[in-house]
């Protein structure tokens, strides 16, 4: 597919238990975000990643969220011991051009229920 | 960034033009205004951004007052699937800034 393509579409899991979210940027992106969105909120940053530079982890909430982006392509997202507030729709984006002209083409996102 | 504020919702008659306010009246003159859009369910999706001038694509029109204070997003012919929440966002054009969603507007197109 030509999009962002993010998987699961919807995973539901129990208190404490940890979960991966994967994300596939387009093709060539070298730039990569993570963001979520609680029910009837705005979208919250998590995390950026660019090339071989240090990812931008500033928007993690807590220890028990890491990302990785391995070969500069697909990105995980792992919460490890998952709260009830971790509820939300995970979303990826990437982009390709920088600077100004950058624009993120996001996926359609994980939607993560903790129960 | 600059904070930007918004309507909450918006209604539009479906083929009328739909005008969307935006005030970022501490935009720095580095920053930049996009708008994205997001159509229930699904991830956003960009629309537009410019500096200064005025700006035209396939899906919208951007207008952006000569003091950069405030900006308007224009559908010239609204249709149903563009119901959706509009967020305007302001962004230094640095590379890796990110974007701060703020709470949008849920604009309304209606038969």
């Known amino acids: 597919g030509a999009g962002v393509s993010q998987s699961p579409s919807n995973k539901v899991t129990e208190k404490g238990k940890d979960v991966e979210l994967r994300c596939d940027p387009i093709?060539?992106?070298?730039?990569l975000y993570w963001y979520r969105q609680s029910l009837g909120q705005g979208l919250e940053f998590l995390i950026y990643?660019?090339?071989?530079?240090?990812?931008?982890k500033s928007g993690l909430p807590s220890d028990r969220f890491s990302a990785e982006r391995t070969g500069g392509s697909v990105s995980t997202l792992t919460i490890q011991r998952t709260q009830q507030e971790d509820s939300a729709v995970y979303l990826c984006a990437s982009s390709l051009e920088q600077g100004s002209n950058e624009k993120l083409f996001f996926g359609s996102g994980t939607q993560l229920s903790v129960l | 960034d600059a904070k930007t504020t918004q309507p909450p919702s918006m209604d539009c008659a479906e083929g009328r033009a739909a005008n969307l306010p935006c005030n970022h009246s501490?935009?720095?003159?580095?920053?930049?205004v996009y708008w994205y859009r997001q159509i229930h369910s699904q991830g956003p999706q960009y629309i537009i951004h410019?500096?200064?001038n005025n700006e035209t694509n396939e899906m919208a029109s951007l207008i952006i007052t000569e003091d950069r204070k405030s900006s308007t997003l224009i559908l010239p012919h609204a249709t149903l699937r563009d119901t959706a929440v509009y967020y305007c966002?302001?962004?230094?054009?640095?590379?890796?800034?990110?974007?701060?969603f703020g709470e949008g507007t849920q604009l309304t197109v209606n038969p």
């Open positions: 093709s060539g992106h070298t730039a």
């Open positions: 990643f660019q090339g071989n530079s240090a990812p931008d």
């Open positions: 410019g500096l200064k």
């Open positions: 966002i302001v962004r230094v054009m640095t590379s890796g800034s990110r974007l701060t």
């Open positions: 501490t935009i720095s003159g580095n920053e930049y």
